[in-house]
C-alpha cells in the first residue's frame, strides 16, 4: 500500500509518503505474519467488487466517529480512481505513478478535478474492500489520509489482472474541490492579481 497528499496553498505541492520497500504486497505485512500469506493463503486471486456506495457509507462512518466530515461520491474523481487502477493492473504494479499516466497531481488535473486538497491510498492483493479499508485503517500514513480534515468528496476503484501475484489493484481518492474558480464562473478564467 502507498498514500499520497497534494494540497492547494498558492500552487500545488506533492508529498508522497513511502512507508516500506520491497514488494508491493509486503506493505500490507503488518496485517499478516508473512508479506504473501494474503495471496499464499487464499489461492489464486479472483476479481474483487465494490460497491461505492456502501464504501463511502463505512469511510463517512469512519470520519464522523472521530469529529470529521462525511463524505460523498464524485464522479470525476470515480473516473480518476478507476483509471489508475486500471493503470497499475496493465503495469501489474502498485504505485502513485505508473508509468505514460503522470503524478497524482497530473491525473487530477487531466480528469478535470480542480483540487483544494486531495489524498490517494492505493494496494494491491487484497479480495474485498472491508480488506482494503482495514489495511489503511492499520497503516499510520493510509489512516491520516482517511482522516484527512476538510475532505468531502471520494472516488474508489479496483481492477483485476489475471495471472498476476496480486490479482487486484485498488485506489481511493479523497478530496475537497478547489470552489474559489467556480464563483468566477465558466469564463471567468485563474484569478489573477491586478496592480493597482
Not at 500500500?1 to 516500506?20: E, F, K, P, Q, W
Not at 506493505?27 to 456506495?53: H, Q, R, W
Not at 469512519?62 to 462525511?70: C, I, M, T, V
Not at 463524505?71 to 470525476?76: D, E, K, M
Request: net charge positive; glycine share 12%.
Amino acid at each position: 500500500m502507498d498514500n499520497m497528499v497534494v494540497t492547494r496553498r498558492g500552487a500545488l505541492r506533492v508529498v508522497s509518503l513511502v512507508l516500506v520497500s520491497g514488494p508491493m504486497l509486503s506493505a500490507c505485512a503488518s496485517l499478516f505474519d508473512k508479506p504473501d500469506e494474503l495471496i499464499k493463503g487464499a489461492g489464486p486471486p479472483s476479481p474483487a467488487t465494490v460497491n461505492p456506495g456502501s464504501a463511502a457509507a463505512e469511510i463517512s462512518s469512519y470520519r464522523k466517529a472521530r469529529g470529521l466530515s462525511a463524505v460523498s461520491l464524485n464522479g470525476q474523481l470515480m473516473g480518476i480512481a478507476r483509471s489508475h487502477s486500471d493503470a497499475m493492473a496493465r503495469a501489474d504494479k502498485m504505485s502513485h505513478v505508473v508509468r505514460g499516466e503522470g503524478s497524482f497531481q497530473q491525473r487530477l488535473s487531466r480528469g478535470g478535478y480542480d483540487a483544494a486538497i486531495a489524498v490517494e491510498n492505493v494496494a494491491a492483493g487484497h479480495r474485498t474492500f472491508n480488506e482494503a479499508f482495514a489495511g489503511w485503517k492499520a497503516s499510520r500514513g493510509h489512516n491520516a489520509n482517511l482522516l484527512k480534515p476538510g475532505v468531502t468528496q471520494m472516488g474508489i476503484a479496483v481492477a483485476f489482472r489475471p495471472n498476476s501475484k496480486y490479482g487486484n489493484f485498488w485506489t481511493l481518492i479523497l478530496a475537497e474541490p478547489d470552489n474559489r474558480h467556480a464563483a468566477l464562473g465558466p469564463d471567468g478564467g485563474r484569478p489573477m492579481a491586478v496592480a493597482g
